[in-house]
């Protein structure tokens, strides 16, 4: 079975720096999905970023952006000018072809003023 | 255009009641997949329904059940309730059966069981 880890429970960032959120998942299939999902005190799950396995180039939406190493799997997300808005608990989520998704536990980020 | 609508979105039962959960996929959505998230915890997959057929399912009792209407809203069902069964209920919502890659999700159900 699939497994995703989140190895940081809880991270901070000054705005306007930048973040890094850690993402490991185990897998034995070559072609899935990873995506980050972005969970606001609103509870509604947000797609924040999403990138194919068979794409080596590493996806970017605006801020958001990922290291994606597929060898190591290794799934990081990149916050680039951490806004006030971006506090939220963001999950690492796997989904092979066919299959639901698997959510890692979670990290829990708060912006700094 | 309504994006996915869950009801209610809290709700307080006893230990052994059971409860009903619903959910309004987003408009064009064919497919839903509840999951159960705990206090501090990720979401985990509960089953999904396409046609109207459960299509897949995760570890979960069979006190769970669900259906799904022809058009295209779902009910979770959870019978017997447990104290551990205390949790935000999350519907998500997609195309294709099990092809589609992205979900939608609503913003859940909270229930407390006491």
């Known amino acids: 079975a699939q497994t995703v880890t989140q190895s940081q429970p809880e991270m901070s960032v000054q705005e306007a720096e930048t973040v890094t959120l850690s993402c490991t998942y185990d897998?034995?299939?070559?072609?899935?999905?990873l995506f980050w999902y972005k969970q606001p005190p609103s509870r509604q799950m947000i797609l924040v970023i999403r990138q194919e396995a068979y794409k080596q180039q590493n996806a970017t939406e605006n801020r958001f952006s990922v290291n994606f190493q597929k060898a190591a799997k290794s799934f990081s997300l990149k916050i680039s000018d951490s806004q006030l808005g971006d506090a939220a608990m963001y999950f690492c989520?796997?989904?092979?072809?066919?299959?639901?998704?698997?959510f890692g536990p979670g990290t829990r980020l708060s912006v700094l003023p | 255009d309504a994006g996915v609508t869950q009801s209610p979105t809290h709700l307080i039962k006893t230990r052994g009641q059971q409860v009903t959960l619903r959910c309004s996929p987003k408009?064009?959505?064919?497919?839903v997949s509840w999951y159960q998230q705990a206090l501090g915890q990720g979401p985990q997959f509960i089953f999904q329904y396409y046609e109207e057929e459960e299509r897949q399912r995760g570890n979960f009792p069979d006190r769970f059940s669900g259906h799904q209407f022809p058009n295209y809203s779902s009910e979770l069902n959870v019978n017997a309730l447990l104290l551990g069964d205390s949790a935000l209920y999350l519907c998500?919502?997609?195309?294709?059966?099990?092809?589609?890659?992205?979900?939608?999700f609503g913003s859940g159900t909270q229930l407390s069981v006491l």
């Open positions: 989520a796997y989904r092979g072809y066919g299959q639901n998704f698997v």
């Open positions: 408009s064009g959505h064919d497919t």
């Open positions: 998500a919502t997609g195309t294709g059966g099990l092809g589609g890659e992205k979900l939608f």
């Open positions: 897998t034995s299939e070559s072609d899935y999905y």
